[in-house]
C-alpha cells in the first residue's frame, strides 16, 4: 500500500513539472511575440508618419506644380497629413500669407516685394524663399491666327502698350483688323513680371481683358480670332488644342518656348523667370508636417517640373536649398 501511494506521488509530481514546462514554454513563446510585434511597431516608427493640415495659397502660374506635389505628398508620403492648395494668385496669397495664423506657404511667381518683406518683419513672421521651377512667359493667340505665327520683343510691346491697335499696322499684308489683348489682372505675379520686365514698367493698354482665372483666359483666346495674351507656359502646354504659341524674336530669330529653350541662360531667356513658393520659418519650426513638406518640395519637385510645364532647377541649386533649409531644425 505505501509503495503505490508514493508510485501515485511521483505520478503527480511528474505531472505537476510537465505543467510547469509547457507553461513555461508558452510564456517564453508569447513574450517572443510581443517582442516581436515590439520591433515592427518601432520599424513601422522609423517612417515617422505624420499628421495635421498644411495650408497653401499664391500663384495661380505656380499651382499646377504644387497641386501635383501635394497629390503625390498626400498619397505616397504621409497619408494623414492634409495638404491643401489654393490659388488666389501671388499678390492676394501674400497678404494670406503675412497675417496672424496666416498660410504655411505662399506661392509666387515674382519675387517677395519690400513692402511685404516688412510686413513680415512687423509680424514676427520668418520668411524662406525657395525656388522651385524656372517658367517661360507665353505669348498666344487664336488657333485661326496664321499670320501672326513670330513678333519681336518691341512688336509685343507696341501691341499691348497699345501703340498698334490693328494687324495691318505691324504688317500690311496682314488683317485690317483691332488685336484684342488679354491677360491675367494685377493679383498675379505673371501680370506684375509682364509689366515690369516687358514692358519695362509702362502701363498696359486699358481695353487689355485682364482675367483672375487662367482657364478664362484659354478660353476667351480659343475664342476671339483676333486675340493675343499672355500666360505661363504650362497652361500654354496643356491647352495646346485651344491656343498657339507665338515665337519671339529676340535679335537672333524667334524661338517658341519649349522645355528645351527655357532657362536663364537659354534661348528664350528674356521671356524666362524663376517661380517660388516661400515657407513661413516660424509655422515649419513648430509644425512636423510642415518642415516635411517643405523638404519633399526641394526633393521632388524637378520630377514633377517637367510634367506640369516648368523647366527644372540645376541639381546644385536644390541641394543649397535643402542645405539652407535642414538647417532651421
Given at each position: 500500500?505505501?509503495?503505490?501511494?508514493?508510485?501515485?506521488?511521483?505520478?503527480?509530481?511528474?505531472?505537476?513539472?510537465f505543467l510547469a514546462a509547457c507553461g513555461g514554454a508558452e510564456e517564453e513563446?508569447?513574450?517572443?511575440?510581443?517582442?516581436?510585434?515590439?520591433?515592427?511597431?518601432?520599424?513601422?516608427?522609423?517612417?515617422?508618419?505624420?499628421?495635421?493640415?498644411?495650408?497653401?495659397?499664391?500663384?495661380?502660374?505656380?499651382?499646377?506644380?504644387?497641386?501635383?506635389?501635394?497629390?503625390?505628398?498626400?498619397?505616397?508620403?504621409?497619408?494623414?497629413?492634409?495638404?491643401?492648395?489654393?490659388?488666389a494668385g501671388t499678390s492676394a496669397g501674400f497678404k494670406k500669407f503675412l497675417a496672424?495664423?496666416?498660410?504655411?506657404?505662399?506661392?509666387?511667381?515674382?519675387?517677395?516685394?519690400?513692402?511685404?518683406?516688412?510686413?513680415?518683419?512687423?509680424?514676427?513672421?520668418?520668411?524662406?524663399?525657395?525656388?522651385?521651377?524656372?517658367?517661360?512667359?507665353?505669348?498666344?493667340?487664336?488657333?485661326?491666327?496664321?499670320?501672326?505665327?513670330?513678333?519681336?520683343?518691341?512688336?509685343?510691346?507696341?501691341?499691348?502698350?497699345?501703340?498698334?491697335?490693328?494687324?495691318?499696322?505691324?504688317?500690311?499684308?496682314?488683317?485690317?483688323?483691332?488685336?484684342?489683348?488679354?491677360?491675367?489682372?494685377?493679383?498675379?505675379?505673371?501680370?506684375?513680371?509682364?509689366?515690369?520686365?516687358?514692358?519695362?514698367?509702362?502701363?498696359?493698354?486699358?481695353?487689355?481683358?485682364?482675367?483672375?482665372?487662367?482657364?478664362?483666359?484659354?478660353?476667351?483666346?480659343?475664342?476671339?480670332?483676333?486675340?493675343?495674351?499672355?500666360?505661363?507656359?504650362?497652361?500654354?502646354?496643356?491647352?495646346?488644342?485651344?491656343?498657339?504659341?507665338?515665337?519671339?524674336?529676340?535679335?537672333?530669330?524667334?524661338?517658341?518656348?519649349?522645355?528645351?529653350?527655357?532657362?536663364?541662360?537659354?534661348?528664350?531667356?528674356?521671356?524666362?523667370?524663376?517661380?517660388?513658393?516661400?515657407?513661413?520659418?516660424?509655422?515649419?519650426?513648430?509644425?512636423?508636417?510642415?518642415?516635411?513638406?517643405?523638404?519633399?518640395?526641394?526633393?521632388?519637385?524637378?520630377?514633377?517640373?517637367?510634367?506640369?510645364?516648368?523647366?527644372?532647377?540645376?541639381?546644385?541649386?536644390?541641394?543649397?536649398?535643402?542645405?539652407?533649409?535642414?538647417?532651421?531644425?
Open positions: 500500500m505505501k509503495f503505490k501511494k508514493y508510485l501515485m506521488f511521483l505520478v503527480v509530481v511528474g505531472l505537476v513539472l513563446s508569447n513574450t517572443e511575440g510581443t517582442e516581436s510585434e515590439e520591433n515592427t511597431s518601432g520599424e513601422e516608427g522609423a517612417f515617422s508618419e505624420l499628421e495635421g493640415n498644411i495650408a497653401i495659397d499664391g500663384s495661380g502660374t505656380v499651382y499646377p506644380l504644387m497641386s501635383r506635389l501635394a497629390e503625390e505628398y498626400m498619397v505616397n508620403e504621409q497619408p494623414n497629413v492634409s495638404v491643401e492648395v489654393s490659388r496672424e495664423g496666416g498660410t504655411d506657404f505662399n506661392n509666387a511667381s515674382r519675387e517677395i516685394k519690400e513692402e511685404e518683406q516688412a510686413k513680415a518683419d512687423e509680424l514676427g513672421i520668418e520668411v524662406m524663399e525657395l525656388k522651385v521651377a524656372l517658367d517661360g512667359l507665353t505669348i498666344v493667340v487664336n488657333p485661326e491666327n496664321d499670320f501672326a505665327t513670330e513678333l519681336t520683343e518691341d512688336q509685343v510691346k507696341d501691341i499691348f502698350l497699345g501703340n498698334v491697335t490693328k494687324w495691318s499696322e505691324i504688317n500690311p499684308d496682314w488683317p485690317d483688323e483691332e488685336i484684342q489683348t488679354y491677360g491675367p489682372n494685377e493679383n498675379h505675379g505673371t501680370y506684375e513680371f509682364f509689366y515690369e520686365n516687358i514692358l519695362e514698367e509702362q502701363d498696359l493698354v486699358g481695353t487689355t481683358n485682364l482675367q483672375q482665372d487662367y482657364s478664362t483666359l484659354v478660353t476667351l483666346v480659343a475664342e476671339d480670332v483676333n486675340a493675343i495674351g499672355f500666360f505661363g507656359f504650362g497652361y500654354y502646354d496643356s491647352n495646346q488644342d485651344k491656343v498657339k504659341a507665338v515665337g519671339i524674336d529676340f535679335g537672333e530669330g524667334a524661338v517658341v518656348p519649349s522645355l528645351d529653350t527655357i532657362g536663364e541662360e537659354g534661348p528664350y531667356a528674356n521671356y524666362t523667370r524663376p517661380v517660388f513658393t516661400y515657407l513661413n520659418v516660424n509655422n515649419a519650426k513648430e509644425k512636423p508636417q510642415v518642415f516635411d513638406y517643405a523638404t519633399y518640395i526641394l526633393e521632388s519637385m524637378n520630377d514633377f517640373a517637367g510634367k506640369t510645364g516648368f523647366a527644372p532647377i540645376p541639381e546644385e541649386e536644390v541641394q543649397a536649398q535643402l542645405e539652407e533649409l535642414q538647417a532651421i531644425n
